[in-house]
């Protein structure tokens, strides 16, 4: 980015349309704002509110037509399912339970999705399925308090299990972490807190959505370089350059590995570093809509289909009583079906559905939605994991740029614990963490 300081030139050309405040003075130059939050997903809307609370001026740009991020709660299918973020994990001290609350947005115990469920091989009921592992012996492998848990990969940390608990446990970080156990980091994953899980049946992504209402958010703007070498930051987008004192960047890390946006100058090599130690895994939902019909499956049962060691969908029945089916798919698995197209996605989803509850499926079903979040370019993932050998990548991420660039959202752990990586709420405590530092820059 060249044209540091010339955001009236950018707006020339935009036909006198308002895109940017003007007008704060601060060490000898003229901003914007004095921060601009990047992103209105989770991270993005928290940092928002905790900074208006602060009294500071921001400026909200995303890339996206719609806020929420990968809190989503589509209603294209009739009834509203969320395509992201479903579960309120930890609710104990998960800040969207206080939020539900204080906006009388209902919250239910988790337990309401859980019915029974079916296994299937290839079509073929069994009896089993997964369910022959035990998730207690598995849990106590990834448990700091029964023994330190190493840095190696997922399946290392597994490697002295039975065939069923190793079976188990990969299909955790398939169906749970969305990526093959191979890339993921054990200790990553054993400093996530765990607790109650809330649901929300008017949907979570419409929780953030309202949560966000009444913020001036500038969608359909994307961020496509960040220049700090100057005193400020220069946020270049295709509506105009915004010149702020600092930054607070909640571009999820699959966007930020990709180059979408530049940085100048570089990033220091801390942050590639933690930017390098992290990977996106592929968890996929696609929704489909029935007419009513229940081929004889209660409301609540998922429906397990394995077609082999490394591919599996969990068919999520009728939640909530709805006419719906949601498809829960993750890992390469899901990045090789989502990457075939919607159309093949979903009719490959329709038919593992139909071998398994009878050709009355097919003539039920209405339409289908896929959210293939590894390919959509502004997630481009489910969540962070830490690669094997890389769980110091959260906390190198989270270090403060040059005093004015901050990362902030699921990856990215709060003073230096990381249990709420990976989750809306991680993402949220991570938003408000980085706008407190920001405001501090100002006194
Ligand atoms: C299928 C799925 C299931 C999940 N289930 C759960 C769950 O049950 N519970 C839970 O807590 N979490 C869950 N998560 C994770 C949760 O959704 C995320 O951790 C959280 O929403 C991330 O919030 P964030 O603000 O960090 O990032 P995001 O929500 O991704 O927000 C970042 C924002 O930045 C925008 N952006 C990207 N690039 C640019 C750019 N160049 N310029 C401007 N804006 C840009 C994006 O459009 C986005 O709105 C799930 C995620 C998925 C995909």
């Not at 036909?15 to 601009?36: H, I, M, N, W, Y």
């Not at 296994?119 to 592992?133: I, L, V």
């Not at 798919?329 to 490959?348: P, Q, Y």
Request: charged share 20%; with cysteine; glycine share 12%.
């Amino acid at each position: 980015m060249t044209h540091l300081f010339t955001r009236r030139g950018a707006l020339a050309g935009l036909a006198g349309s308002a895109a940017f405040p003007l007008g704060l003075r601060a060490q000898g130059a003229v901003f914007d704002a004095e921060v601009a939050i990047v992103g209105a997903g989770a991270a993005g809307v928290a940092a928002a509110r905790e900074l208006q609370k602060l009294g500071r001026t921001f400026v909200i740009v995303e890339a996206r037509d719609r806020i929420g991020g990968r809190t989503f709660t589509d209603t294209s299918l009739g009834a509203p399912f969320d395509a992201g973020a479903l579960y309120i994990h930890w609710a104990e001290r998960n800040p969207w339970r206080e939020i539900a609350e204080s906006l009388r947005v209902e919250t239910v115990d988790s337990s309401a999705l859980t019915g029974p469920s079916q296994f299937f091989d290839n079509g073929e009921g069994t009896q089993f399925g997964g369910r022959r592992a035990n998730f207690q012996e598995i849990s106590r492998l990834f448990d700091p308090d029964v023994a330190p848990v190493p840095d190696v990969s997922f399946v290392e940390r597994v490697g002295s299990l039975g065939a069923d608990n190793r079976g188990g446990a990969t299909a955790i970080a398939r169906m749970a972490l969305g990526d093959e156990p191979e890339n993921i980091s054990a200790l990553d994953y054993a400093r996530l807190w765990s607790g109650d899980d809330l649901v929300v049946p008017s949907g979570y992504g419409a929780l953030v959505e309202r949560h966000a209402q009444g913020l001036d958010i500038r969608t359909s703007t994307p961020v496509t370089a960040i220049d700090y070498s100057g005193a400020g930051v220069v946020l270049e987008t295709p509506k105009g350059n915004l010149r702020v004192r600092a930054a607070v960047v909640t571009i999820p890390v699959g966007v930020l590995k990709s180059g979408a946006v530049r940085f100048t100058p570089e990033l220091p090599a801390e942050t590639r570093d933690g930017l390098d130690g992290l990977a996106m895994g592929a968890l996929s939902k696609i929704g489909l809509k029935f007419n009513g019909q229940r081929f004889g499956i209660a409301p609540g049962t998922d429906l397990w289909q394995r077609l082999g060691p490394r591919a599996s969908f969990d068919f999520e029945c009728w939640p909530f009583g709805r006419d719906i089916v949601i498809a829960y798919f993750g890992g390469d698995h899901a990045r090789d079906v989502v990457g075939r197209g919607e159309r093949e996605a979903l009719n490959i989803v329709l038919d593992e559905f139909v071998k398994l509850v009878g050709a009355d499926a097919r003539k039920s079903f209405e339409r289908g939605v896929v959210h293939g979040w590894s390919v959509e370019p502004y997630s481009l993932g489910c969540y962070s994991h830490a690669l094997p050998g890389h769980a110091d990548s959260r906390a190198k991420l989270a270090r403060p740029v040059a005093e004015r660039l901050f990362f902030a959202g699921e990856a990215t752990p709060i003073e230096e614990d990381f249990g709420g990586a990976m989750t809306a709420g991680g993402a949220s405590l991570a938003g408000v963490a980085a706008a407190r530092a920001a405001a501090k820059l100002f006194g």
